[in-house]
């Protein structure tokens, strides 16, 4: 009998990699949409600084923002969706920005004052009035507004308080802080028509010197 030649077992092939994608140098679509929307968002705020309500159109922040109305529709189906959405966010940015600026709190109380008046002496204020003024006058607005004022509000009063290291158990604070804030809202309104800086600063130093007299603890009461 022959010898059998042995059947020579085949060589596994290796896997074959799969070839990337090519780059398209586009960002994902929901990055750009994010992106359109911020945009809308940041120039509606500065539209409505600089324009008023009556000047500030969808079609005019749409241009501002290099987007057509179309785009902007598509996020923001009404104006009023758009301006009051605007005014949220850049409230938001801001206390997130506030926040880190102070990580540790009233480490230095005429800082934080400062730092707080200045949110009613910026164009996020001055749209948040023009806002405000419309809403009076146009009953559509009016409920959307005065809920965003809500929010804000309360968000802005509790951030005081965190930053100024505020006890609001204590009698009287609660409305101190609200006092502080409602002084700081009037300066932004005296803002609005002549530079007010130099008389800022020194009401500024003297409510921190308040704030911190009514914020200070209590000393313990001898036994």
């Keep these: 009998m022959g010898a059998v030649t042995p059947t020579p077992t085949p060589t596994p092939t290796p896997a074959s990699t799969p070839t990337p994608a090519p780059a398209t140098g586009k960002a994902p679509k929901q990055d750009r949409s994010r992106a359109t929307r911020q945009r809308l968002l940041e120039a509606a705020v500065s539209c409505l600084a600089e324009r008023g309500w009556a000047g ?24 009023e969706d758009l301006f009051t959405a605007a005014v949220e966010y850049v409230a938001e940015e801001r206390s997130t920005a506030l926040r880190a600026l102070f ?22 204020f001055r749209a948040a009035l023009h806002l405000w003024v419309a809403a009076s006058n146009e009953d ?84």
Excluded: C, K
Aim: aromatic fraction near 4%; charge should be negative.
């Design 56 to 79: 500030s159109t969808v079609s005019v922040v749409a241009e501002r923002a290099g987007v057509s109305r179309g785009a902007a529709q598509h996020h923001f189906p009404t104006r």
């Design 103 to 124: 990580p540790h709190g009233a480490a230095n109380r005429t800082a934080v004052v400062g730092a707080l008046v200045d949110l009613y002496t910026g164009p996020l």
């Design 140 to 223: 559509q607005l009016r409920p959307r507004v005065t809920e965003l004022e809500a929010r804000v509000g309360r968000e802005s009063h509790r951030i005081a308080v965190e930053l100024l290291g505020a006890d609001e158990s204590v009698p009287g604070v609660r409305e101190t802080v609200q006092g502080f804030l409602d002084m700081a809202r009037g300066l932004g309104l005296a803002t609005l028509l002549t530079d007010d800086a130099a008389r800022r600063e020194r009401v500024v130093a003297q409510w921190a010197t308040l704030l911190d007299n009514a914020l200070e603890p209590a000393p313990p009461e001898a036994e």
